[in-house]
T-cell receptor, first 108, second 114 residues
Framework: QKEVEQDPGPLSVPEGAIVSLNCTYS??????FMWYRQYSRKGPELLMY????GNKEDGRFTAQVDKSSKYISLFIRDSQPSDSATYLC????????FGQGTRLTINP | ETGVTQSPTHLIKTRGQQVTLRCSSQ?????VSWYQQALGQGPQFIFQ???????GRGNFPPRFSGLQFPNYSSELNVNALELDDSALYLC?????????????FGAGSRLTVL
């Protein structure tokens, strides 16, 4: 069993839709939770960073962490074609452990 | 403020050869981590360097080795290349070695092994 499980998609939605991306994890020792966005031929860039259970909002993005269920989510509101990318969840102790990534396409 | 730069961006090698990839860390960052990202997969941790010493290693064989220099730039060396080494190699820098530190990634070096 992988430490971090993420549905690879692909996921295709119309512009303006609400997008939900999810990851589950098995190691209860993970302390830090992140979402990275990776455009084609680019390195991952940090979108959201959370430490505790609960919600964190930044503009159209909301990150949610449920440590009791070992489950994290990223919600994108009013999705835009420019949001089309691969989204990677990542969790950290001393090193980052990534999910497989979900390829998201927002159709105009 | 410059970000993380990696070179070369693309390279092709044959099985058995050796490769060196280079990384310049973001200004102010003293820690460098290397990740391997196979096609369609998430990045996998290779190792981390903090103040020129290896400070953690993932599940990679000894033919993967690295260096960090006094200016915090870094090299990743891979000996005896295998076909499965074909991947995007990502360098990331941070201002500390703790898991709480945010990593800034470069665009990667795409290695193809034939």
């Amino acid at each position: 069993q992988k430490e971090v499980e993420q549905d690879p998609g692909p996921l295709s939605v119309p512009e303006g839709a609400i997008v939900s991306l999810n990851c589950t994890y098995s190691n209860s020792a993970f302390q830090y939770f992140m979402w990275y966005r990776q455009y084609s031929r680019k390195g991952p860039e940090l979108l959201m960073y959370t430490y505790s259970s609960g919600n964190k909002e930044d503009g159209r993005f909301t990150a949610q962490v449920d440590k009791s269920s070992k489950y994290i989510s990223l919600f994108i509101r009013d999705s835009q074609p420019s949001d089309s990318a691969t989204y990677l969840c990542a969790m950290s102790l001393q090193k980052l452990v990534f999910g497989q990534g979900t390829r998201l396409t927002i159709n105009p | 403020e410059t970000g993380v730069t990696q070179s070369p961006t693309h390279l092709i090698k044959t099985r058995g050869q050796q490769v060196t990839l280079r990384c310049s860390s973001q200004s102010g960052h003293n820690t460098v981590s290397w990740y391997q990202q196979a096609l369609g997969q998430g990045p996998q941790f290779i190792f981390q360097y903090y103040r020129e010493e290896e400070n953690g290693r993932g599940n990679f064989p000894p033919r993967f080795s690295g260096l960090q220099f006094p200016n915090y730039s870094s090299e990743l060396n891979v000996n005896a290349l295998e076909l499965d080494d074909s991947a995007l190699y990502l360098c990331a820098s941070s201002s500390g070695s703790s898991g709480a530190n945010v990593l800034t990634f470069g665009a990667g070096s795409r290695l193809t092994v034939l």
